[in-house]
């Protein structure tokens, strides 16, 4: 425990990511595949005159990413729940196109002008070396994937897996699909393929 009162992952430490803060480590990574993760949670401290705590530190959502010099590998934005007390955690798949030093770097994205924080906790980047980079979910050709208005998909797998339909934020997409087509709504190294279905005439 520390004095935000929220329970540590592992160890006595972790790092605080404050609003319009960033933190970064260099790393010398071999080509392949990579599985990033880490435990996230939002400051939950409360304070209030008179009443119930109801002022609150968090969260930021912390922008994560990969980088080598202007290319960046893996981005991906988590925002901690502001009134969930357990770190929860989230994994990755990062693919490693060229040897070399890498940038992982947390930032967190709220607003300088507020006192709002996240913490991470146990960060972990491992080699994969048991996924081919064929790899696809084990779900049916057909299937149609529908991505909400607000919602993100993350595409975690080496391969392209092909699919029935895909509409995000209502609007649909056929064709080879990645996170650059639609990133708003779609974050990961994975692709899709979506073959068109034509044009549906109704008469009545």
């Not at 990574?29 to 939950?44: H, I, K, M, N, Q």
């Not at 693919?95 to 906790?121: H, M, P, Q, R």
């Not at 897996?161 to 990645?178: E, M, N, Q």
Request: aromatic share 10%; net charge negative; hydrophobic share 40%.
């Amino acid at each position: 425990m520390d004095y935000f009162g929220d329970e540590m992952v592992e160890g006595t430490y972790r790092a605080r990511l404050l609003a319009g803060t960033h933190l970064a480590q260099t790393l010398t990574l071999d080509p392949g595949l990579y599985r990033l993760s880490f435990w996230e949670v939002s400051r939950t401290q409360r304070h209030g005159v008179g009443g119930p705590w109801i002022v609150g530190f968090g969260p930021s959502p912390i922008c994560v990413t990969l980088a080598r010099g202007t290319t960046t590998n893996f981005c991906a934005t988590v925002t901690p729940s502001s009134t969930r007390t357990k770190f929860m955690r989230r994994e990755y798949l990062v693919k490693v196109e060229e040897a070399g030093e890498w940038t992982l770097g947390f930032e967190a994205t709220a607003s300088t002008n507020d006192d709002l924080s996240s913490f991470i906790d146990a960060v972990c980047l491992a080699q994969v070396r048991d996924m081919p980079d064929t790899a696809v979910p084990s779900a049916a050709p057909d299937v149609s994937l529908e991505v909400a208005a607000g919602a993100s998909l993350a595409l975690d797998w080496p391969g392209v897996f092909t699919c029935g339909r895909l509409r995000c934020a209502g609007t649909s997409f056929v064709g080879d699909i990645s996170s650059a087509t639609a990133p708003d709504s779609l974050f990961g190294i994975g692709r899709l393929s979506i073959t068109p279905k034509g044009t549906l005439i109704m008469f009545r």
